[in-house]
Structure formats: structure tokens, C-alpha cells
């Protein structure tokens, strides 16, 4: 499984941002897809997630009202839509899948990981 992001850039605050996510490989069935971010000296955290099948979603607070996350199922692509963005938003963002069922999306107990894209805010 391969798992390829883009759509990164740099904007001022207030501008928007769509990642999107190219998932490849035989038999791809994950549980969960989801978006995670990491900024310089902080530890990587949950920004969005999504069951890939059943369309249900799940955002952080610091990013609820702002981010939306969605994802074509038939072509195994998922996005993140940015609005409102803020200089706190200034990190790396990385898609994530896991393939068995989870209640939380925690960083560490996803299964496959994208290289992530660049996200730079200015104020």
C-alpha cells in the first residue's frame, strides 16, 4: 500500500487549502483513512479522520468548522478542504490509513503512512 499526499503550499491567513490523498495497492481496504499534522518540536497529531466505508467522520477541535474531510471511495482518493487557515495551522500534514476497526485515531496505531505535504501559513 502506498499512500500519496499533495495539494500543500503556502497562503496567507484566511486563505484555503485542498490536500488530497492518492491511496494504491492490491486489495485496499482500509477501516479508517485520516489526515494528521506535525509542526517543528511537536509531536504529530490527529486532524481529521473518515471510515472509508461508511463516509463517517471525525475533527479535531482545533480544526472543527475549518477542515473537512471527505473522500472519493470508488478511486481510493482522500481530502482535506482547509478554509479559514491560520498560522497555527503551519505544519506538515500526513494521510494515514488503518485497516482494522479503531475508536480513536491515535498516531501511532495507524498502519500506513504518506510522506506528507508542506502547509505554510503567514499572518
Known amino acids: 500500500v502506498q499512500l500519496q499526499a499533495s495539494g500543500g503550499g503556502s497562503v496567507q491567513s484566511g486563505g484555503s487549502l485542498r490536500l488530497s490523498c492518492v491511496a494504491s495497492?492490491?486489495?485496499?481496504?482500509?477501516?479508517?483513512m485520516g489526515w494528521f499534522r506535525q509542526s517543528p518540536g511537536k509531536e504529530r497529531e490527529f486532524v481529521a479522520g473518515?471510515?472509508?466505508?461508511?463516509?463517517?467522520?471525525t475533527t479535531a477541535d482545533s480544526v472543527k468548522g475549518r477542515f473537512t474531510i471527505s473522500r472519493e471511495y470508488g478511486k481510493n482518493v482522500l481530502y482535506l478542504q482547509m478554509n479559514n487557515l491560520q498560522p497555527e495551522d503551519t505544519a506538515v500534514y500526513y494521510c494515514?490509513?488503518?485497516?482494522?476497526?479503531?475508536?480513536?485515531?491515535?498516531?501511532?496505531?495507524?498502519?500506513?503512512w504518506g510522506r506528507g505535504t508542506q502547509v505554510t501559513v503567514s499572518s
Open positions: 495497492g492490491h486489495d485496499f481496504h482500509p477501516n479508517h
Open positions: 494515514a490509513a488503518r485497516i482494522y476497526y479503531t475508536a480513536n485515531y491515535y498516531p501511532d496505531e495507524m498502519d500506513y
Open positions: 473518515i471510515r472509508w466505508m461508511v463516509g463517517t467522520t
